[in-house]
């Protein structure tokens, strides 16, 4: 069983538009509308690759409603807490004719600090027996930029282990605390040094300094079409993203469709570098799809054989 928490949650539309016209009305369609948020998302495809998962996620407001409304129907086991704000709509714009997709997300709700302390008990209560956690998203306004720390806190004593992937100064808030695993993209990862990532060295940097400073005891930066560095005490290994069988339409969802195949291969008993193997394989797959729709599980597990790995114990190049 793998449990996600996800505090800014929203209701996923993509709409298909043949080309976006700056004059005159855009004739669209719906292609999907979905829960999702990171934690929702990390749940729904914990469950397509065999594992279990429940969603403990905000909800408040219609939109806060149509978002249970579309967990129950999809069958994802979900706890809903309930909040005063109203959830947030986000909107992935796929225009067909080019290929190209726009994410669009909105801030979302403010949470007042008893909504915050209320979601940490809750997921206290749910952590039960489950050996991971994941937290992943965004912070919506009003809670404090350790929140995170004190989820890992709350995990920690429960005897579980945390995975976080989130940004900004809910990101930096964490690393006091420490987590078991920290996903980062290369943006994130800037964020926390300042310098530019563009390549393993600098990826090696930046995770050599999550581990030593006990940020986290596995540290996973990816690096866009190159692949992924997953660093652990043992360790740095570059992993290599596949070659796509077809065109990249978005990167929507990538992030969380890597850390729900990593999840699921490490609560099967897998090691962190075989794992993220997995994760970079899936988020490869996940962007064959324009939006955050469900991407090929049987295209990933065929991508994984194509990901290759190099062990680096030496210095890094300057």
């Not at 990390?42 to 249970?68: I, M, P, S």
């Not at 080019?98 to 669009?104: A, N, P, T, V």
């Not at 809750?122 to 912070?139: F, H, I």
Request: aromatic residues 4%; glycine residues 12%; charged residues 20%.
């Amino acid at each position: 069983m793998v449990l996600t928490l996800t505090m800014n949650p929203a209701v996923d539309l993509c709409w298909e538009v043949e080309y976006l016209e700056g004059v005159g009305k855009n004739r669209a369609r719906v292609r999907s509308v979905a829960a999702g948020g990171g934690g929702i998302n990390v749940a729904r495809h914990v469950v397509r690759f065999g594992g279990r998962a429940t969603a403990v996620h905000t909800a408040g407001g219609e939109v806060g409603l149509r978002l249970n409304r579309l967990l129950d129907e999809e069958g994802v086991d979900h706890v809903a807490v309930d909040i005063h704000g109203e959830t947030r709509e986000a909107l992935v714009l796929f225009e067909a004719g080019s290929h190209r997709s726009y994410h669009i997300v909105p801030p979302g709700p403010r949470l007042h600090d008893r909504e915050g302390r209320r979601c940490l008990d809750v997921l206290e209560q749910a952590v039960g027996s489950c050996p991971y956690v994941v937290a992943s998203g965004s912070l919506p306004g009003g809670l404090p930029d350790d929140f995170y720390a004190a989820v890992a806190r709350r995990v920690k004593e429960a005897g579980s282990r945390l995975i976080l992937d989130t940004s900004g100064p809910a990101l930096r808030g964490a690393l006091e605390e420490g987590v078991f695993l920290l996903r980062c993209n290369r943006t994130e990862a800037e964020s926390l040094t300042g310098q530019a990532i563009s390549g393993f060295d600098d990826a090696r940097a930046i995770n050599e300094h999550l581990l030593t400073t006990g940020a986290a005891e596995i540290a996973v930066t990816t690096l866009g079409a190159l692949g992924a560095l997953c660093s652990t005490g043992h360790g740095h290994t570059e992993l290599y993203a596949p070659p796509l069988p077809g065109e990249p339409l978005s990167d929507a969802g990538a992030g969380d469709s890597m850390v729900a195949a990593l999840t699921t291969r490490l609560a099967a008993g897998e090691d962190p570098v075989s794992a993220c193997a997995l994760g970079v394989a899936t988020a490869a797959a996940a962007m064959l799809t324009p939006s955050t729709e469900p991407f090929d599980r049987d295209a990933a597990w065929s991508l994984r054989s194509q990901v290759r790995t190099r062990f680096r114990t030496d210095a890094p190049d300057h």
